[in-house]
């Protein structure tokens, strides 16, 4: 072959699925050769972190951060659809509470108000 082969990102949404840290990742791709989806590539230059060429194929399994060897090394960044985190102040003391807490605060017996 004699013509360069491009692989082009996948751009219709600002979708990050997957967030490598450089300074722990050391470029060995486990995780390019283990993702179901192909939504990695190895990086061309040896040493580096693999490309996310289609953000919006993952599946968030996590098969690629439970391969790596490197902790720390790979984030999922799941959508903030599929976040499960749900937080309320409570407006007269203006204290927070979230799901799954240690100490959380007595239930609400008022009526709602009308």
Known sequence: MDHPVYMVPNPPTPNRAIDFDAEICNGCNRCVEICRSD??????????????????????????????????AITLLHPLNQSISVVWKRTTTGETFRLGMLNPPPPNTKPPAR
């Open 39 to 72: 939504v990695l590539m190895p990086n061309p230059e040896p040493g580096h972190t693999p490309l996310v060429l289609y953000p919006d194929e993952c599946w968030y399994c996590g098969t690629c951060v439970l391969e790596c060897h490197h902790p720390g």
